[in-house]
C-alpha cells in the first residue's frame, strides 16, 4: 500500500507518470483507510472528502441488508430518481414520461435480473446524469480524472462514486437517497412503468 500512495503522491506532484487505471483499486489496499488524507491533500474540499471517503469505507466493510423499514427504502427510491430528474433538463418525453409515473415494486432476485440486460429508462437516465456530472467537475486535469477512477473502484459503482465526489462538483448534487439505498444493500432499476426494488439479503 505504501507504494502505491507514494505512486499517487508522486503522480500529483507531477514527478512521475502512470496510467489512471493504476489507482483505480487504490481504496481496497490494506490500511487505506488511515491513508484517506494523503489520496485527498491534493484536491479542493478535501477534509469534507476525507469524511465521506472514510464512512463509505468503513460501512462497506459492513454492508449487508439493515432494519431499514420497506417505506424508507421506498422513499430512498423515489428520491433518488427525482435528485437526478432535478438537475436535469431537455429529457427526452420518453424518459420524462418514465421518471414523472412509476409504480413501484418490490421484485425476487430473478426478475430483478431479468431487465437488467434491456434498454431501459434506468439506463437512459444514468447516461444523461453522467454527461452532467462530467461536464460539471470544477476541474478536469488529470488527478481528478484519476481520482474519479478510483472512487468508482471503491465497489464499482458510478453513482456512489459521485455521491462522494459532490463537492468536486459546480453543480449541488445531493445523491444521499442512493447513498441510503448502497447502505442497505438495496438496487434499483427503473422502466418504463416501474421501479423496481431489489433488497439483497
Not at 423499514?69 to 420518453?94: C, G
Not at 439506463?123 to 476541474?139: A, M, P, Q, V
Request: charged letters at 25%; glycine letters at 2%; a negative charge.
Amino acid at each position: 500500500m505504501d507504494n502505491l500512495i507514494k505512486d499517487w503522491i508522486c503522480f500529483c506532484q507531477g514527478t512521475q507518470e502512470f496510467d489512471k487505471s493504476h489507482f483505480t483499486y487504490i481504496f481496497h489496499e490494506e490500511g487505506i483507510i488511515n491513508n484517506i488524507n494523503q489520496m485527498t491533500q491534493f484536491l479542493p474540499e478535501q477534509e469534507s472528502l476525507t469524511q465521506v471517503i472514510e464512512n463509505v469505507l468503513s460501512i462497506k466493510e459492513v454492508k449487508r441488508s439493515t432494519s431499514i423499514s420497506d417505506e424508507a427504502i421506498v422513499s430512498h427510491a423515489k428520491n433518488f430518481i427525482l435528485e437526478q430528474v432535478s438537475l436535469l433538463e431537455n429529457l427526452d418525453d420518453e424518459l420524462r414520461s418514465a421518471t414523472n409515473d412509476f409504480e413501484i415494486k418490490f421484485v425476487t432476485p430473478t426478475e430483478f435480473e431479468s431487465h437488467i440486460d434491456d434498454d431501459i429508462p434506468h439506463y437512459w437516465l444514468f447516461d444523461e446524469f453522467g454527461d452532467l456530472i462530467r461536464d460539471s467537475k470544477r476541474n478536469d486535469n488529470e488527478v481528478t480524472f484519476a481520482f474519479f477512477e478510483a472512487l468508482f473502484g471503491i465497489d464499482n459503482d458510478y453513482y456512489l462514486s459521485w455521491y462522494i465526489a459532490a463537492p468536486l462538483l459546480e453543480i449541488n448534487v445531493n445523491l444521499s437517497s442512493y447513498y441510503e439505498l448502497w447502505k442497505s444493500n438495496c438496487q434499483v432499476l427503473l422502466l418504463k412503468n416501474k421501479l423496481l426494488i431489489l433488497k439483497n439479503i
